[in-house]
Every structure is written in structure tokens, then in C-alpha cells.
């Protein structure tokens, strides 16, 4: 069935009434963007707040997008002028602000959501399959995985960067501790590539459920936990793949994981990040040059 997709841009302060409007003019769904995105006036409107663990993963920036795209989705027998008429006057907006209207035609949306996650060789032996293929090499180390609700697919540069890390560190029977595991992709690997003993710890319950249920799919032997006192020794490896002001809030925390002479890996930072980064963990450890990716850094370091 094919629908009809209004859109038009509007200043930023407009943009929820808007939304809303639109809504209760007959719209079925709603979906607002940066005007400016792929442009040089492009901005973002979150960014990371210093505590991250109470207040959430990002906070609104002022003053945000300058303008917003909003395009509305309706049927196709809907009066779009006289929606768009109620929405711009309920909204405050200039009735004569320009709109354009498109054909939505149906799609299998499955179908092309799962085309978008295909077999990627992350390290070398070393595969994330979605469990809608077949492995591409059926006698390397495959970790099944599906998009879901927790973050961590293996498509994102900081996930990819943690894992040929630990394509290259983890020794047969080494603990290793993932903090911030979301999926659960990275402490699956570890038990993959040989780990003996993995714990990973999200404050996220659906991430950790999430994580549980994939490490059962890759008949993998893991600990997911909410909190990180539930981790009853240090390890090894501890990778942590969050961002960067949480990582520094939890420079001592991250530390005490860690055995003496053990190895971190630190994930979710832009390289003009890594220096305070770094310096926030300069107490406890040595670090080696950065791995980098489209923008991001990966720090490795050892415990002294």
C-alpha cells in the first residue's frame, strides 16, 4: 500500500509543535531532521554530559539544529494542503511556508533493513553474521549477531577497532572484562578468539539481556551483569567501548579491573578526545600509539 510523505522546513523553536500538529491533523507518523545535514552548517544537538551514568547517554546542545526538516507520512486520500494548512496554523507558522509532497511506495522494510547488515570479516578469522546468511567461511570464528535494542552490531568503526584488538591480544584462558558490553559482541569475541573467563557489565538491563540471550545463540560461557561491583576479580583485558567523559568519570573504577600488568583497551572516543582521554588514565598506565578509524580512537595501554 503506498502513502503519501509531506515535508517541509521549519525554524528550529516550531519544530515539536509542528510535529505534533501534524499528528493530530491525520498524520501517521512523524520524522524530524537536521535541515542542514551533509552541509557546512550542519550541527548536532547532543553531545555527552560529564556524568553520563545518571543522566543518560547525551543532552540536548543549545541552541541545537537551526532549522528542521519535518516530514509527515499520511495516506494516500489525505487533503494534504488542508493538513499542512492546520498543522503550519496550530504550529504559529507562515501559512505560506513551501512544502513538497512525494509517493511512499511499500517495501519489504525486513527485507530492506536486513540488507543493510551483511557478513563482515572484522579481523582476520574473524566474522559477525547475521543469522539471516550463511557464514561466508563456516570454519572461522562466526559471532551471530542481529541488530537489537543493545548497541553493538560490529559495523560501527569504535566496535570494529575493540575487536581487531582483541583479534590481536586475547591469550587462551585470559579473563577479560567488557564494560559497556550493549550486545555482548565484544566479550563473544573474546570467548571466541579463546578467552577463558569473560564478564561484561552494561547499566542497560535490556542491554545485558540482550547480551545474554546472543552469547547463548554463539554457545559462548559469559557473565552479564548491571553493575560492575558484581565482578568479583580483575582481569587481564578490560575493554570498554562507551565515550569519552564516561571513560574519564571512570578512570579508577576501569583501573581496579585491571590486573598489574594487564592490558586495556578504551573505545568510543574522537581523536581530538584521546589526549584528555589519556590523561585522565596516566596514573596507571603506559599507552601504545592509537588505532584509528573515520574520526575515532582506540587507546590501548598497560597496568603498571
Known sequence: MPWLSAT??????????????????????????????????ERPIF???????????????????????????????????????AAFAAAGIDATTAYEVQRVDDQDWVRKTQAQFTPQEVAPGLWVVPSWHTPPQPTARNILLDPGLAFGTGTHPTTRL????????????????????????????AAKLGAGSIAGVDIDPQAVQAARENARRNRVEATFVCAAQSIAAPARLVVANILARPLIVLASLLAGLNTARGHIALSGILVEQADEVRQAYAAWYDFEPGDEEDGWVLLTGRRR
Open 8 to 41: 517541509a522546513i521549519v525554524e528550529r523553536d516550531a519544530a515539536e509543535t509542528f510535529s505534533d500538529a501534524l499528528m493530530d491533523a491525520g498524520a501517521l507518523s512523524v520524522d524530524i531532521a537536521d535541515a542542514d545535514a551533509g552541509t557546512a552548517a
Open 162 to 189: 575493540c575487536l581487531r584488538w582483541l583479534a590481536r591480544t586475547v591469550r587462551p584462558g585470559d579473563r577479560v572484562i567488557d564494560f559497556g558490553c550493549g550486545s555482548g559482541i565484544l566479550a563473544i569475541a
Open 47 to 85: 553531545d555527552e554530559p560529564f556524568d553520563t551514568l545518571r543522566t543518560g547517554p547525551g543532552r540536548a546542545l543549545a541552541p541545537g539544529w537551526s532549522r528542521a526538516r519535518v516530514s509527515a507520512l499520511l495516506p494516500m486520500d489525505a487533503d494534504v494542503p488542508a493538513v499542512l494548512a
